[in-house]
Nanobody, 128 residues
Framework: QVQLVESGGGLVQPGGSLRLSCAASGVSLDFYHVGWFRQTPGKEREGVSCINSYGDSTTYVDAVKGRFTISRDKAKNIVYLEMNSLKPEDTAEYYC?????????????????????WGQGTQVTVSS
């Protein structure tokens, strides 16, 4: 049973930083592609950033390129999303998701339908 738990969200001023964590239990994320998604009320869920199982391929939506960084800590079985220079439009519920390499051998892009396991989300609010 794959369980994903996000943490690290909160209220931050524009220009500030947050680091989101996606911790997995029950499985090793070494065998999963992992993505971060965000959603605001009335809008579709958006792929923010994805990382493949090896950690050598990453994808970012244009709106966050140069500001956000996705990374893996294999020893801790955690995937991080480092968010810098935050803007009010980054305000959203952020979700971590994973799909096994047995289901999707090679990840291309960051499409939500690829992902089979989802966390409960963590709220990020960027406001002065």
């Amino acid at each position: 049973q794959v369980q994903l738990v996000e943490s690290g969200g909160g209220l931050v001023q524009p220009g500030g930083s947050l680091r989101l964590s996606c911790a997995a239990s029950g499985v090793s994320l070494d065998f999963y592609h992992v993505g971060w998604f965000r959603q605001t009320p009335g809008k579709e869920r958006e792929g923010v950033s994805c990382i493949n199982s090896y950690g050598d391929s990453t994808t970012y939506v244009d709106a966050v390129k140069g500001r956000f960084t996705i990374s893996r800590d294999k020893a801790k079985n955690i995937v991080y999303l480092e968010m810098n220079s935050l803007k009010p439009e980054d305000t959203a519920e952020y979700y971590c998701a994973a799909v096994s390499i047995g289901t999707v051998a090679s990840m291309r892009g960051c499409p939500a339908p690829y992902f089979t396991h989802w966390g409960q989300g963590t709220q990020v609010t960027v406001s002065s």
